[in-house]
Nanobody, 115 residues
């Protein structure tokens, strides 16, 4: 099992920044991909950004140029730096990790962007 604990969500004005963190623990050996998804009320969960153990990244078009995903393999932690936030970024943000074909999810952290 892999446990994921997110932190760093909150309320911010449009144009502001937030940094999310997600620490992995448990059976973390061979975790390859880690990343972030989000889900707004009434919407499906969608990919925000992912990063492989080697550092390759992939972003949703809606966040390219504003969000940056990074990873500290020594700390088993993945980060999401969110700049130039918009009200449309309001959602619950979930950390995820892929290990051996199984995807693990964190409990989610709320990000609210006011206009």
């Amino acid at each position: 099992q892999v446990q994921l604990v997110e932190s760093g969500g909150g309320l911010v004005q449009a144009g502001g920044s937030l940094r999310l963190s997600c620490a992995a623990s448990g059976n973390i050996f061979s975790i390859n991909v880690m990343g972030w998804h989000r889900q707004a009320p009434g919407n499906q969960r969608e990919l925000v950004a992912v990063i492989t153990k080697g550092g390759s990244t992939n972003y949703a078009d809606s966040v390219k140029g504003r969000f940056t995903v990074s990873r500290d393999n020594a700390k088993n932690t993945v980060y999401l730096q969110m700049n130039s936030l918009k009200p449309d970024d309001t959602a619950v943000y979930y950390c995820n990790a892929l290990r051996g074909g199984t995807t693990y999810w964190g409990q989610g952290t709320q990000v609210t962007v006011s206009s």
